[in-house]
Every structure is written in structure tokens, then in C-alpha cells.
């Protein structure tokens, strides 16, 4: 063998030997540093549902018989909304109460919006069986009216002052002496409009003449001074 050769075989040997060695004990080896993950998207809004009521909600819809009803139509007067449903006990138990409020005050209207699934002819049947004199909207729990806040429970309802606001929001069942009291708590009612009380023996007007039929007292009573 060339004897000028070996030292170039032996300088050759040990660079393939150093290019096959691992990493020495206790080192990490190299690795390409990772791209940050991006920013979360923000979390989808859940459909159907809002989370809070506009200080001047608006709603214009189709009552079960076929009439339109607009919110901005009543402003004037107190509007009791009332999220109610057929198969809930509470609501059905306050119907009688809210009807005879309707009927027996010129300065408060009362609508019902019926939160469920439920087609318009079977809401008729319901109301033939359970009849109130205010009118009653049915509202699609997977599209909801956009300016309240979608009901966490039934029966919930709010009143509306003459100018249209938010005045009070009652969770659960309400009662006419309820109702009142927050009346009383935010004003007289419209301007012009004449006061009356009403009682669970009876409904007394403050005027001076019997209110129209259409607004009557519910289950035949009357009014008187």
C-alpha cells in the first residue's frame, strides 16, 4: 500500500465516523422551531338565541287569527309582553288575570307571545278552550323576536312604558297587583289617560261611562263607577 495514502485513509474514516454519531448525552437535538397557533376564532352565536333586550324593543308579527300587530301601534299606553306557552302550568294559570287587566283598562294592553312549537290552528283550538281578550302572537323558539332577550324560563314578562322603554321585567308568574304597582312606580300611565283599578271580586272603571264591549271585564262582568 501507498504509505502516503494512509494517513488520508485515516483522516477519511474518522470523518464518517463523526457524521454517523448521535448527540451526545444531555443535548436536545436541533428541531425546527414551530409557527405559533393561530388566535382562536371567536365562539359562533348560538342560533335563536339573544341575550339582551332592547330598551325599546320593537316587534311587528301576525296574531293566530290573522291580524297584524306592531308594538310601535300601542305606544300611549302601558304594554304588559308576556312569553307564555300552552303546556306550561304558571302561564295558564295567570291568562285569567292578564285578560281581566286588558279589558278592564283603557291605559294598558296586554299581548301574548306563545314561545313554543306549535302550529297556528292548534294555538286557536287552545284559546277556543281557553279564551283571553288580548291578542296572542306565536313565536318560533329557533327565531325569536331580536329585541328580547330570549326567555331562561316561562312565564316571563315585561312592561312597557307609554314611550316604548323597558319599564319593569318580571321573571316568573306576575300578577295584575304586580303589574299595577309597577304602574303606579313609573307614572301615571299615558298622558290624558284616566286610571283604573281592578280587583279579583270585580273591575272598577274610573270613568264616568261603561268602557266599549271589546274591553270589558273577562267572564261577564262589567264595569261600573
Known sequence: MNKTATPFLL?????LAACGR????????????????PAAPPPLETPGVVERTAEYPRLAAVTVDGSPYDLAAHRGRWVVVNFWATWCSPCRKEM???????????????????YEDIEAEDMRRFLAEHPVAYPVVVVDPLDPPRDFATPRG???????APDGRVAHHFLGPVTVADLEAAIAAGGEGAPGARPASWSAAGC????????????RCAWGWTAAR
Do not use: N, Q
Request: glycine residues 6%; charged residues 15%.
Open 96 to 114: 285569567p288575570e292578564l285578560s281581566a287587566l286588558h279589558a278592564a283598562r283603557e291605559d294598558v294592553e296586554v299581548v301574548g307571545l306563545a
Open 154 to 160: 316561562l312565564p316571563t314578562t315585561y312592561l312597557l
Open 11 to 15: 483522516l477519511s474514516a474518522l470523518l
Open 22 to 37: 448521535g448527540p451526545e448525552p444531555g443535548t436536545a437535538p436541533d428541531a425546527t422551531p414551530m409557527a405559533a397557533d
Open 204 to 215: 272598577r272603571a274610573c270613568s264616568s261611562a261603561p268602557p266599549p264591549a271589546s274591553r
